[in-house]
């Protein structure tokens, strides 16, 4: 079984950057494919980035390509997600997701992600 715990979320003005990052428990965490979502209250969540289990392919929605990256640290057991260029309406909380398979984010096949975080709150001032 894997756990995730997200952290880096806090409060910045728009046009700053952040750092989230994604601790993962296990030692088969290599074996999976990373992936980000965001969820503002009262809305479907969204997602925003994946990566595969050897960080190879990578994938992002447009609404964020250009301004995050995703990447990994195995050795770490760690998932990133750099954010720059923030706007108010990047403003969610953040989850951090693992799946078996890449194709799962590939396919938006959500339901095939077997973990998931409780979340980290990003909140961009105006």
């Known amino acids: 079984q894997v756990q995730l715990v997200e952290s880096g979320g806090g409060l910045v003005q728009a046009g700053g950057s952040l750092r989230l990052s994604c601790a993962a428990s296990g030692r088969t965490f290599g074996n999976y494919a990373m992936g980000w979502f965001r969820q503002v209250s009262g809305k479907e969540r969204e997602f925003v980035a994946a990566i595969s289990w050897g960080g190879g392919s990578t994938m992002y929605a447009d609404s964020v390509k250009g301004r995050f990256t995703i990447s990994r640290d195995n050795a770490k057991n760690t998932v990133y997600l750099q954010i720059n260029s923030l706007k108010p309406e990047d403003t969610a909380v953040y989850y951090c997701?693992?799946?078996?398979?890449?194709?799962?984010?590939?396919?938006?096949?959500?339901?095939?992600?077997?973990?998931w975080g409780k979340g980290t709150l990003v909140t961009v001032s105006s």
């Open positions: 997701s693992a799946a078996a398979r890449y194709r799962t984010y590939e396919t938006r096949n959500y339901s095939g992600v077997g973990y």
